[in-house]
Structure formats: C-alpha cells, structure tokens
C-alpha cells in the first residue's frame, strides 16, 4: 500500500539549531516527493520537491532535503531555525498520469526564543 | 502567473443544509483539479480530482459530489451535510503530472 510517514507529531527547536524532520515513504513505482508547509489557517506553500537526478534538493527559506531511496526517506533539514519557521509541515508522494498526492499526518514545528 | 482562489474563506452551516465551494484557476489551461480535506490533528485527505471538463475521479464515498463545468473551476457540493463534513477543505491545481499548487482553503463548520 501506498503511504507517507512522519514519525514526529511535534517538534521543538530553539531559534538558531539545526532542524530535520523525517519522513519515510512506502511507493510501488519511482516516487514524486514533496514538502509542502502550512501556517495556521493558510494553504500548502511548496518548499522544494523530487523528481529525479541530484537527491538533495534544495528548496525555499533555506530548506533542503535528501532522497534516500535504500531508506524510502526523504527528510526535510534546516541549519538554522528562524522564528518565522513555525508551523506545520507535510510530506507528500506521488507521480502518475494522474498526480494524486499520499500526504503524511504533518509535523507541527514550534521554535523557542 | 498563475493564482488559484477558493471562496468563500470561511462557513458555518446547520445539518442538514446544502454546501457549494468554489474554487477557480488564472493563468493556466486544462488544469489537473484537486479537492482535498484536512480535519484538525489529521493529514490531508483526497477527495476528488478531475484531469478535465466533466472528468470527477472520486476518492472516498463520503457525503460530497464535485463538478467541473469549466476549464479552470471545480466546485464540492453536498446536498444534505453532516457533522462530519467540518473540516478544512483545499483546492489545488497542477500543469499535468506536475507540482500541485494549493489555494487558501476554506473553513467549514457544520452545526
């Protein structure tokens, strides 16, 4: 079965640390991956996504992450962790004809001062 | 560019009412159209999607239709809603097997 992963429901971190969150994915053909982030009430914002060649993508905001095919991982880093980093973030999985996306439950990011 | 709207931002309705949400694409044609449900605590669930005019493709069976009767607007409808159908609901577009943009979501309680 198709599905997305992300183990931490909750995650905090003080201003200026280091920040990964993980994500593992269980996909029968070659994945689509994408890290969307959510503010309070807002719609899904891209951050970066993977389709194919270099695995580690870098996206938005100073975010990047690695594709590890051998570990179905695709876990989204951080090197310093700004205030207005806070909010909920999703992984997703997908690709075909027809794009449907497999989102995972969210990982909720709260920084301290 | 491309913007992708949702309306209205915000609903409450009673039990039992009907339920119209729009959503509309700029700047782009023959879209890939996504519905999808978000309620609290949980990730986001797909309910219908449509590759074109008249195409629904549905996810679930739940308590929710769609319909697609132009090139860029897809609308969810329900005829009778339930306390269940609360929940965050989100738009989104793609060029084909491509990046889904999402709109702003609208807000809907039921009563």
């Known amino acids: 079965a198709q599905s997305v992963t992300q183990p931490d429901i909750h995650i905090t971190v003080s201003e200026g640390a280091s920040l990964e969150l993980r994500c593992n994915y269980s996909?029968?053909?070659?994945?689509?991956l994408f890290w969307y982030v959510q503010s309070p009430g807002q719609g899904l914002q891209l951050l970066l996504k993977y389709f194919s060649g270099d695995t580690l993508v870098q996206g938005i905001k100073g975010f990047e992450a690695e594709f590890k095919r051998s570990q179905s991982s695709f876990n989204l880093r951080k090197p310093s962790v700004h205030w207005s980093d806070a909010a909920e973030y999703f992984c997703a999985v997908g690709g075909g004809a027809t794009n449907k996306l497999i989102f995972g439950t969210g990982t909720l990011l709260a920084v301290q001062p | 560019s491309q913007t992708i709207h949702q309306w209205p931002a915000t609903l409450v309705q009673p039990v039992g009412s009907p339920l119209s949400l729009e959503c509309t694409v700029e700047g782009t044609s023959n879209p890939n159209l996504y519905w999808y449900r978000q309620a609290a605590g949980r990730g986001l669930q797909l309910l219908f999607y449509?590759?074109?005019?008249?195409?629904i493709s549905s996810e679930v069976p739940q308590n929710l239709s769609a319909s697609r009767p132009q090139d860029r607007q897809f609308i969810l409808s329900s005829k009778k809603l339930l306390l269940s159908d609360s929940g965050f609901y989100l738009c989104?577009?793609?060029?084909?097997?491509?990046?889904?943009?999402f709109g702003p979501g609208t807000r809907l309680t039921v009563l």
């Open positions: 996909y029968g053909a070659t994945p689509y």
């Open positions: 989104a577009w793609s060029a084909g097997a491509d990046t889904q943009y």
């Open positions: 449509s590759v074109g005019i008249g195409q």
